[in-house]
């Protein structure tokens, strides 16, 4: 299905939890010089303006990063990340609140350096162009396919460098997309099972969530190194709506779930909207 668009819930507190561990893994890698592998298999436009029509229409960004802006000193972890809507913002003083946000490609391509690869993968046409013109000039081992992200993850793994992280960040529009999300990861783990695989899900209302049986199949597997990371802004709802998410990390790097112990306390805090919000960091498998 191609009706999901992501410009609806830009910057909102899923989009920080993601864009908040990304900008964390991909720091660590860069920590070392050798080059790594970035893959996204869904990668959408990369780039979206938090004053249109479309972000208005929800307002989810003004319970999201532009709550979150005024309090990001006190999260000296996530600079990185918010040097990157800094970036995109430059115009803005000191009280004003980001009308720019960008997507998982552009923070990636923001953090990475010349010498790694990335593949963007985005099957809707229209994001796809919108996403060529957002990131404008491109590093030259930058490549952006349009395809089905679940099938082109397979293909492309393992790939020719032997470090590298994958961002697998469906839109869940379908209850299949869980179980395509369980058999994807299985296959590309078994191809490729140094990766780094981060794994995006919503945590929904309770008859519509089915997020804790996919991480239960997913726990079932050959996996030795799984971290369950999840934010929840406020308590269950009955019917409809997402109240929190999850990021499900396999092979987390070292010392990231300190790193997130760290933050998650501070976005809870900062991002609640209700006494009922709550975070999780927990070791599915611990590495040995």
């Known amino acids: 299905m191609l009706s999901y668009r992501h410009a609806f819930h830009a910057g909102n507190h899923a989009d920080i939890l993601k864009h908040a561990a990304l900008s964390l893994i991909l720091t660590n890698l860069n ?38 802006w005024p309090q990001r000193t006190r999260l000296p972890l996530l600079k990185p990340y918010f040097d990157c809507i800094q970036r995109l913002n430059s115009q803005i003083g000191d009280k004003d609140l980001p009308l720019n946000y960008p997507g998982s490609p552009w923070i990636a391509q923001t953090l990475v350096r010349s010498t790694d690869h990335l593949v963007l ?18 590093y030259k081992n930058t490549k952006i396919v349009v ?27 379908l209850k299949q997309d869980y179980q395509l999300v369980t058999d994807t990861l299985a296959q ?14 919503p945590i929904l209302a309770t008859q519509r969530d089915h997020s804790a049986t ?19 802004v406020q308590g269950a709802q009955s019917e409809f709506g997402m109240h929190g998410s999850g990021m499900l990390i396999v ?3 070292w010392q990231l779930d300190t790193q997130l112990n760290t933050i998650l306390p501070i976005l809870t805090e900062v991002l609640a909207q209700d006494d009922k919000a709550s975070w999780t960091v927990e070791w599915l498998k611990e590495p040995s």
């Open 31 to 68: 920590q070392k010089d050798k080059a790594y592998y970035y893959l996204d298999t869904h990668a959408g436009a990369g780039l979206y303006r938090l004053d249109s029509d479309w972000a208005l229409k929800t307002q989810e960004a003004a319970t999201g990063i532009q709550m979150l």
């Open 121 to 138: 993968i985005e099957l809707h046409p229209d994001d796809e162009k919108i996403l060529k013109s957002n990131l404008g000039k491109q």
């Open 147 to 173: 395809q089905d992200g679940f099938q082109e993850l397979i293909a492309r793994v393992p790939p020719p460098l032997k470090r590298g992280v994958v961002l697998i960040d469906p839109p869940y529009e």
């Open 188 to 201: 590309a783990y078994k191809r490729w099972a140094t990766g780094i695989y981060a794994v995006w899900y």
């Open 214 to 232: 996919m991480l239960r199949k997913i726990k079932q597997g050959t996996y030795t190194n799984l971290l369950k990371v999840e934010l929840k």
């Open 251 to 253: 092979n987390a790097p």
